[in-house]
């Protein structure tokens, strides 16, 4: 027999690969909403957000770059959780590359909201979009 490079679990296609990736996305959000207090507080940022492009009148040309900058730090926060989790899935025991691991997850959720208040500060006090 033949040794296959892909995985056996990746057996479903067309239709009910999509079916069965949106369970699957909506099964994570949800266990994100549920465990993850720092997704939740992402998700709340991004709600604020929003309300305040209404609020603070910001140009709508801005609109689009402000939502992709929010989405954007959700989906680095749902890769940072996904990180954490199967680092402590491996063993909750302290080692360098488990710390690295983590470490580097937090740096790019660091990045995005950084990215993030540079985009609102641009938004409100330059007009710059």
Same mark, same amino acid.
């Given at each position: 027999?033949?040794?296959s490079s892909?995985s056996?679990?990746?057996?479903?296609?067309?239709f009910?690969r999509?079916?069965?990736?949106t369970h699957y996305?909506?099964? @994570?959000?949800q266990m994100?909403? $549920?465990?993850?207090s720092?997704?939740r507080q992402?998700?709340?940022?991004g709600?604020?957000g @929003?309300i305040?492009?209404v609020?603070?009148?910001?140009?709508k040309?801005?609109?689009p770059?402000?939502?992709?900058?929010?989405?954007f730090?959700?989906a680095?926060e749902l890769?940072?959780? @996904?990180?954490?989790?199967a680092?402590d899935?491996?063993?909750?025991e302290?080692?360098?590359l488990?710390k690295?691991?983590?470490d580097?997850?937090?740096?790019? $959720?660091?990045?995005c909201?950084v990215?993030l208040a540079v985009?609102?500060?641009?938004?409100?006090f330059n @007009?710059?979009f």
């Open positions: 027999m033949k040794p892909t056996p679990f990746k057996g479903k296609r067309g009910k999509i079916v069965n990736a996305s909506m099964s @994570g959000l994100a909403w $549920q465990s993850e720092a997704f992402i998700c709340v940022l709600l604020l @929003g305040m492009l609020v603070l009148h910001i140009e040309s801005a609109w770059i402000i939502a992709a900058s929010h989405f730090c959700i680095v890769l940072n959780s @996904g990180i954490e989790a680092v899935h491996t063993s909750l302290e080692h360098p488990a690295r691991a983590k580097l997850g937090s740096a790019a $959720q660091s990045v909201l990215n985009v609102w500060t641009l938004s409100i @007009g710059l």
